[in-house]
């Protein structure tokens, strides 16, 4: 089994525009044999926001519109899609979440991000949904988002679940500290292909401090074996082999 891990900057209040660039993303990594293709955290929307108000332009139900169109690329192709997104629940209620879309374009899951980032808290609640596990030929997935990493519940359940797949979508940002070196003393001793898929470049939203992100998506093999790594910035699709079961 082949899977991927999309690197992608969207275009701020350009959906459409963003769509396009990410669908050529995708499909770059379909045409390179990848069945399950990993976006990152709040893929087509940016990450900073003032609060709820601003969120709300953006933000979109569980069965909404970019899910409609990763459905249909899903199913046209039988390949599984994971995506992050600020979904609303209701005009006050709002989650960081990922979407997982089936092979038949169906939801497979809707995961809301458990342990926020302070520039969550800024509109979105804490979401409670279980941390999954999801079948695939290759063994059991599951999905966290970005700060779920810090989350001691989030390696207790790696431990004792064993999943094989851990699909990251994350919007980790450029700090002093190495990223990597962090993501694996979290993941130390845990058996699973890791795939993270992250942003990059600046964003510039007051009363937010500027904030950059750091890129280096990755894929790393359950012996910590790098698979696949990208660079700190740019556009960026990266595909490895796993085992199946």
């Not at 770059?28 to 955290?41: K, M, N």
């Not at 046209?76 to 629940?89: L, N, S, T």
Request: contains cysteine; charged residues 20%.
């Amino acid at each position: 089994m082949k899977v991927a891990a999309i690197q992608y900057k969207p275009v701020r209040e350009q959906f459409d525009y963003s769509w396009d660039r990410l669908k050529i993303l995708i499909e770059q990594a379909i045409v390179q044999g990848a069945q399950l293709i990993v976006c990152p955290e709040m893929t087509l929307s940016g990450y900073l926001f003032k609060d709820a108000h601003h969120v709300s332009c953006v933000a979109e139900l569980m069965y909404g519109k970019s899910y409609y169109l990763l459905a249909a690329l899903a199913k046209k192709h039988g390949v599984m899609i994971i995506q992050g997104y600020p979904e609303r629940v209701d005009p006050g209620i709002f989650f960081n979440s990922a979407r997982v879309i089936g092979t038949q374009g169906e939801l497979v899951y809707n995961y809301r991000k458990n342990l926020l980032y302070s520039s969550d808290t800024y509109w979105a609640q804490t979401g409670h949904t279980p941390y999954p596990l999801i079948p695939t030929v290759a063994g059991l997935l599951t999905v966290a988002i970005c700060m779920d990493l810090n989350d001691d519940t989030l390696l207790r359940f790696l431990e004792q679940q064993k999943p094989r797949i851990f699909a990251f979508c994350t919007n980790w940002l450029q700090e002093n500290a190495d990223m990597h070196a962090y993501w694996r003393m979290r993941l130390h001793g845990l058996p699973c292909y890791f795939i993270a898929a992250n942003t990059y470049g600046e964003e510039i939203v007051p009363p937010h401090l500027p904030t950059r992100f750091a890129g280096q998506s990755v894929i790393w093999s359950p012996d910590g074996q790098v698979l696949a790594c990208a660079s700190a910035d740019l556009d960026q699709v990266l595909v490895a082999e796993i085992k199946d079961i």
